[in-house]
């Protein structure tokens, strides 16, 4: 008779306008204040409409999929602590977050593996994570919907040198993203020809920082590489051009911000050049970026705010595929989503009403996203090209893509 009623009760779900029989509630923590808060934002609300979308399509295993939103404050002990409650407390069968790997990391090593509960980052890079992965460290339960920095690296430096940056400055946060990020620029930089004549670190929320920028400026570079988040950033680019500092910048994904630009000022930006995890344009992009904004009020340009309604998608799904909130399997469910072999389905409403009812008869589905097909490595890395920008105007312009092809083909030239 249980199982009749929670076979009814799921068939139920799949009929759109019916309301499901229950809830399930998955973890979500991310940087909604903090330095990192833009990003976070953002990629709370992409989450909260990937849950809403499949809701009017039905619901998953028979139920109402729901958040419980936690803030990091872009602090990893509050981070840990958040996860900590609502694994151990809330029993969430999945932690959507965090934004950036320094908090991400510490949840993953101190709460989501140890509990084998799936975690799913829409927006941390850190090569660290993968090396987690190839320790053994993680459980398999880690996965993400952005690319690793051992990728954007060579992209970033490529694209330097094809901008004329031959002797370049590095300022960098003194943490795990922004020491593996100056790692991995700088070898295929010097191999392109490129020199990098000073490296700066700096620790996060000081008043000043007119000490970093003077030790910058030695070497006379002729460009600077930023890699910091859109606070601390707008602080030491002024400071920077204040003190003479040649305006031309390289930045890292995290710093294509409105806020940033708005705190410089246009009007010294207008050599700054960027990349960020890109895009294979699929049915769900059209649908996200005709949408999104009129349910956020944000735009979806914003960083995180794709991969972000890609995770929470495919952690629904994955529940669906699941047939329920159990953690143990979640992961292997996961990959279910994105099966090569099954049936493509895009974003939104009717795609997801497609794909639960296909998932209801037993059928594989592959979900492709919105920001392109996903395919997760062994380690839950994901591939996928770059999107190269610049400053124009105030704007973030897209000025061209690079291929992982294209990356993979310089790294290879390194060997």
Known sequence: MKKLLLASAAALALVPGLAAA???????VLELTGPAGEYGQAG????EMAFRDLNDAGGVAGCTIKTDTRDSQT????????????VQVS????IIGGIISPMSIPILTSVTAPAKVLQVSPASSSPTLTQLGRDGKTNGVFFRTITSDALQGVALAKFAVD?????????HQNNDFGVNLVKEFSD????????????TPYNAKQSSYAAEVTAAMAGEPDALFLISDPVDGATIARTWVSQGGVQKFLLNDGMNSDDFIAAVGKEYLANAFGTSSGTDPTASTEYFNANYQAFSGIDPAAPAAD??????????????????PDASKLPDA???????????IYAGKDEFAKALKLISEGKPIRYEGVIGPVNFDQYGDISGPFRLWQIVDGKVTTVGEMTTADVEAIKASMK
């Open 334 to 344: 996961l990959r279910k989503a994105v099966d090569p072999a099954g049936e493509p």
């Open 44 to 47: 709370a609300k992409s989450i």
């Open 163 to 171: 901008n004329g940056m031959k002797k370049i400055a590095i300022i």
């Open 307 to 324: 991969r972000s309604y890609d995770a929470g998608a495919l952690v629904g799904l994955a529940i669906a595929i699941a047939g329920g």
């Open 22 to 28: 229950c809830d399930i509630t998955v973890g979500v």
């Open 91 to 94: 029993k969430v069968p999945a």
């Open 75 to 86: 602090q990893a002990n509050i981070a840990v602590d958040a996860a900590t409650q609502l």
């Open 188 to 199: 295929p930089f010097a191999a392109l020809g490129g020199t990098v004549v000073s490296v």
